[in-house]
């Protein structure tokens, strides 16, 4: 199978030190495109989105995340050490009990986006 990337290719050999200098002057330092690059990589685990879903309609321990999504408590336990640790979870202790909700709006904010794109 042959690709066509007629088109796509730029054949030209002017550098637009212009449009260049104004990208480098508005793109983010590298570190805080590394941080975002591993902020990414947590939505990159299925277990990690259905987590990220059913936090959507409850906050929930890890025993119902465990019974809910047919996974090990210690598979969820994981999945929200890396989802807290990228503070996309957080949780309250009652008794002995220990529940896990989103951190704040912007994860649900950010998962629709994603989602819209994926689904249009």
Known sequence: MTIDNKG???TC?????DVIEKVR???????VLNDLAEFFKVFGDS???KI???LFESEMC???????LGVS??????????LKSARLVRYRRDGKVVYYSLDDEH????FDVGLKHITE
Request: net charge neutral.
């Open 8 to 10: 796509e290719d730029c």
């Open 13 to 17: 050999n002017v550098i637009h030190n």
């Open 25 to 31: 002057e508005n793109i983010p330092k590298k570190e």
């Open 47 to 49: 277990t990690r989105i």
């Open 52 to 54: 990220i879903c059913a």
């Open 62 to 68: 890890v025993c119902d995340l465990s019974a809910l």
């Open 73 to 82: 408590q210690s598979a969820v336990s994981h999945q929200l050490r890396t």
């Open 107 to 110: 994860i649900k904010t950010i």
